[in-house]
């Protein structure tokens, strides 16, 4: 059994996918063409969902 995450992880998680994004959208050599802005968007898309999730969580958890 795994342990819950805590918003320490979450955060830190979340943190790691942003500067991924960051620097696949800072890229200027051929393969940055190949990475559409279509695909920052859906990645920042699912960085926001999983935000929303770990902020549903942290009020639940306050709120117990």
């Known amino acids: ?3 819950p995450e805590t918003e ?3 955060l830190d998680r ?3 996918a942003l500067g991924q994004i960051a ?3 800072a890229r200027t050599d051929a393969a940055a063409a190949a990475c559409t802005r279509t695909d920052v968007a859906a990645a920042l ?3 926001i969902v999983q935000l929303r ?3 549903a969580s942290i009020g639940e ?3 117990g």
């Open 1 to 3: 059994m795994t342990e």
């Open 8 to 10: 320490i992880d979450t």
């Open 14 to 16: 979340l943190e790691a």
């Open 23 to 25: 620097a696949r959208a």
């Open 45 to 47: 898309d699912r960085l």
């Open 53 to 55: 999730d770990a902020l």
């Open 61 to 63: 958890a306050e709120h």
